[in-house]
């Protein structure tokens, strides 16, 4: 059975379409969420996490499909047209896989403290901020297994520990700020009376905000500094607090 090069053309046209279908997805999702358009479930649950690899399957089958049109209206022509949709499926496919493993290789908590003996709370005004709907900050949270943070905190983020330094209180407090500051947080809570510092982090791609507080206070001859760091939405922060957590208190350590 012979295929025009025509109807090859087209079929494979659309089979391309549905290979970035993914792409365009996830932009559509990032944009929306950022911009505020789009509630994060669905532009980041749906539209990123969920339909893209769905698509990418489906993507498979419209791709072998096209290399068999593709063979059946003359290979020689419509090579790098049928294998076009299969490279791009394949790359999309590879980006969700390398979530996955990413997804998996962290416990799936969005709250990760220094000092869960006495944990760091926010202010009204942050936690107005965060919105009724966002995941709560408690004392002594649980995991989706029902197993305390603070023991998953403990395996997971060895980092995750108050830092000592030597400094007095009020030149420590001036070296907090500034490695907030250089860890690309928005300070929004300033108390240098009180040892208190309130910031937020936002993602790039998406959007999507963590609240951070440090607690500033004597200790022997120098100061302990606390840290935690709660993502306003989702169960998992893909490690994202215990890694912010971790360059904060290297910078601090310097």
């Not at 379409?17 to 999702?29: F, M």
């Not at 416990?107 to 936690?127: Q, R």
């Not at 004392?139 to 998953?152: H, T």
């Not at 760091?229 to 998992?236: A, L, M, N």
């Amino acid at each position: 059975m012979k295929i025009s090069i025509t109807a090859a053309k087209t079929y494979l046209r659309i089979a391309l379409l549905i290979a970035v279908l993914p792409v365009i997805s996830i932009v559509v999702g990032a944009v929306g969420t950022k911009t505020g358009l789009l509630n994060w479930k669905l532009g980041f649950g749906l539209l990123t996490f969920m339909g893209p690899p769905m698509i990418a399957m489906l993507s498979v089958a419209t791709g072998v499909i096209g290399l068999v049109v593709a063979l059946m209206a003359g290979i020689k022509d419509l090579w790098l047209r049928a294998a076009a949709p299969l490279v791009v499926t394949l790359v999309v496919m590879g980006g969700f896989m390398g979530l996955k493993s990413v997804a998996t290789s962290v416990p799936p908590i969005h709250d990760v403290a220094t000092d869960w003996s006495e944990p760091l709370t926010f202010s009204a005004a942050v936690m107005t901020a965060r919105g009724a709907d966002s995941n709560p900050v408690v004392a002594d949270p649980l995991a989706p297994d029902k197993s305390r943070v603070a023991d998953v905190n403990a395996k997971a983020c060895p980092a995750a520990k108050p830092t000592i330094l030597a400094e007095a209180p009020a030149t420590a407090y001036g070296k907090v700020k500034a490695a907030l500051m250089a860890a690309d947080l928005t300070i929004v809570t300033d108390e240098p009376a009180t040892g208190r510092i309130e910031a937020v982090a936002t993602s790039r791609l998406y959007g999507f905000k963590d609240d951070v507080v440090a607690r500033v206070r004597a200790k022997d001859a120098g100061t302990q500094v606390d840290f935690r760091s709660v993502s306003r939405v989702g169960i998992s922060d893909l490690g994202a607090n215990c890694k912010r957590i971790t360059a904060i208190r290297a910078l601090l350590l310097k």
